[in-house]
């Protein structure tokens, strides 16, 4: 990981370059691929270039997430955009000296596609073809510790021209007219909400980006701090113009500390330039910026309890009205907007919102954010325009499902959202339609699931996690998630009984209507979605006591196939509570089968031995099925 006292992507090769370059090297240095060895990466780039020569004639530049999560490290050489993945140092030389010194692509190292065809760079990807990068516009291309590429790439111009030529009111009309919703969940217009900060009258206001991404699973607005942080502060200064207010905060978790450090570089570098603190372009407006970084309770991303976090006091939400626009951050108006949403605002202000109106569907105008997780063959980042179909994203830029097996759902939202059963595959990602099928958009979290994924197991997974972050605050969420999530374990045991599925809809109405803030209210939805789509799994483990995907070990009983058993015994020393031995009645082989394995003559039959499993004594734990080289161990 680089250092954030200075941007050192970039000086060892500025140093010694040319005027002109013959490549430029991009290098993925986003989270994923920091864990996966791209430092190491870099530095055997540095190194052959400068043995071969050629250092000052190509330049490394360590980037944001290019957004192919699953294969890195991931390198990119310009001019062509030749894409090699899973680098590492030891395929650097050969890099070096094909690519860079002789013209010649690596072979070996590009991506292929699902039927085996070579993709000669980025855009020939079927992962990259069909997205639309507007919040990602920077990620994976620029230098995040070096501000003078971001504004080499129109960086700080919308703020200029705010601040120069136009009206805070102007400001607000572009943003109501571009359509842009809020991207952390609700979809609030986020024109409207800046309208409502901007009629109070006060001494001081405020502005706060939240970026405290606690769903599981979800990494977008960690990638854009870290891999285009100057956006963020580039649109929090044009909403503070906007509003009236000349100091924003960053609400950050603790969790994300490459993009604490690049944000507190870009911040520190803004300041330098002239572009956060006083004055700015010579307009009389002044605005900074500052950090917060937060414990990682799930509850402060709920906009009140964010507020109070920043504070110093303890992350609860409180009751609304009234609004943050009214009464926020220290009892002042206070605009509080998702890194994505922001990360819109300067291409809006820069290209019109006609442009911006133009993409995706009547009421989801943008693109969205997805993190594409899960049982997915390509996992990572990808941008859409509002209206995709999961069926898209899933096969066509996801790349289907692993081994070829069948989707199953699709979890959008996180906690706060449900699942989306393959019958809508079709539907298009868009917020009102999602809340018709019972789920969310949510900050754009995308797990996908197979036909080896337990719902009921998927709904208790969920279940705990907001019940272990719920701040206890209101009794439908303290407690009312807690029996419900009571009742998913005893399912799940195998001790569900009549009458629980009710229960637990009856519950999470109740809660959904009753919760203090929205992250209670939506705690349900993961329950009441698969319930809705799912209740014949409910139902199976409730009155067969038994689980169809298998995944429910109190619920998963094996058998041994006496056709396909050799009768090794491997099955035999794996299991840990002595549940298989020896069948007593013995399997009848024929003739012909005795013959091609060296057996008995035709004409005659003998019999061998097979094994046979306990249901009683089994713990369903499926190392049975683990050792048998022979597929013979099947789930009941």
């Not at 692509?105 to 069909?130: C, Q």
């Not at 030529?165 to 102007?170: K, N, Q, S």
């Not at 009309?173 to 952390?184: A, N, P, Q």
Request: proline letters at 5%.
């Amino acid at each position: 990981m680089t250092g954030v006292s200075e941007p050192t992507n970039t000086v060892r090769s500025e140093r010694m370059m040319s005027p002109f370059c013959r490549a430029h090297i991009l290098v993925c240095a986003g989270a994923g691929c920091v864990s996966s060895g791209c430092q190491a990466v870099y530095e055997a780039l540095m190194s052959n270039l400068e043995t071969e020569g050629v250092l000052g004639e190509v330049k490394v530049i360590q980037t944001g997430c290019v957004g192919s999560c699953d294969l890195g490290p991931v390198v990119v050489v310009y001019p062509e955009g030749t894409f090699y993945q899973r680098v590492r140092p030891e395929d650097v030389p050969e890099i070096v000296r094909e690519h860079i010194v002789k013209g010649r692509p690596v072979e070996r190292l590009l991506h292929r596609s699902a039927d085996g065809t070579l993709a000669p760079n980025l855009a020939s990807i079927d992962f990259f073809k069909k997205q639309v990068k507007v919040v990602l516009r920077n990620c994976g291309v620029i230098d995040p510790e070096n501000i003078n590429e971001y504004v080499a790439r129109d960086g700080y111009e919308a703020l200029a021209r705010v601040l120069t030529d136009m009206e805070p009111r102007e400001v607000i009309d572009i943003v109501k007219r571009s359509g842009l919703r809020g991207r952390g969940g609700a979809g609030f217009p986020t024109g409207l909400k800046w309208e409502f900060a901007a009629r109070v009258r006060a001494d001081q206001k405020y502005v706060v980006c939240n970026a405290d991404e606690g769903d599981p699973g979800a990494f977008m607005d960690r990638s854009v701090l870290e891999g285009d942080p100057h956006s963020v502060i580039e649109a929090m200064a044009i909403a503070g113009y906007a509003i009236g207010a000349n100091q924003g905060y960053v609400y950050v978790r603790a969790e994300y500390p490459l993009a604490v450090a690049r944000l507190s570089h870009a911040i520190r570098q803004a300041r330098e330039f002239g572009v956060l603190g006083e004055n700015l372009f010579g307009s009389g407006f002044d605005f900074d910026v500052e950090i917060r970084v937060g414990a990682g309770a799930f509850v402060c991303g709920e906009e009140t309890a964010l507020l109070a976090s920043v504070e110093g006091k303890r992350g609860m939400p409180r009751p609304k009205p009234p609004f943050p626009a009214n009464e926020g951050l220290w009892a002042k108006p206070t605009v509080i907007n998702n890194v994505e949403t922001l990360a819109n605002i300067p291409p809006i202000i820069l290209r019109g919102p006609e442009w911006f109106a133009s993409i995706g569907t009547e009421k989801s105008k943008g693109t969205k954010v997805f993190a594409l997780a899960g049982k997915i063959n390509n996992t990572g980042l990808v941008e859409v325009p509002m209206g995709t179909t999961l069926r898209e994203i899933v096969y066509e830029i996801g790349g289907g499902i692993p081994g070829g097996k069948a989707f199953k759902a699709a979890q959008t939202g996180g906690p706060s959202g449900g699942c989306i059963p393959a019958a809508f595959l079709d539907t298009p990602m868009e917020y009102d339609t999602l809340v018709k099928l019972g789920a969310m958009m949510g900050s754009g979290g995308l797990i996908i699931m197979d036909e080896d994924t337990c719902m009921v197991d998927i709904a208790r997974f969920f279940l705990q996690f907001t019940q272990d972050e719920s701040c206890g605050k209101c009794v439908p969420c303290r407690e009312g998630t807690k029996v419900m999530l009571d009742i998913l374990t005893r399912i799940t045991e195998g001790k569900g009984q009549p009458g629980d599925i009710e229960t637990l809809e009856a519950l999470g109405n109740t809660i959904k209507n009753t919760a203090l803030c929205g992250l209670g209210q939506t705690a349900p939805n993961p329950v009441l979605s698969t319930i809705r789509y799912f209740r014949d799994e409910y139902e199976a483990h409730i009155y067969e006591k038994r689980c169809p995907a298998g995944v429910c070990k109190a619920l998963t009983r094996y058998r041994i196939d006496a056709d396909k058993c050799r009768g090794c015994g491997l099955c035999a020393k794996a299991c840990p509570v002595g549940a298989i031995s020896l069948a007593e009645a013995e399997a009848e082989e024929t003739a012909a089968k005795a013959a091609s394995a060296g057996g008995a003559a035709a004409g005659h039959a003998r019999k061998r031995r097979v094994y046979a499993i306990n249901t009683d004594l089994c713990q369903g734990c499926g190392a049975c099925a683990s050792a048998c080289r022979f597929q013979a161990v099947v789930k009941r």
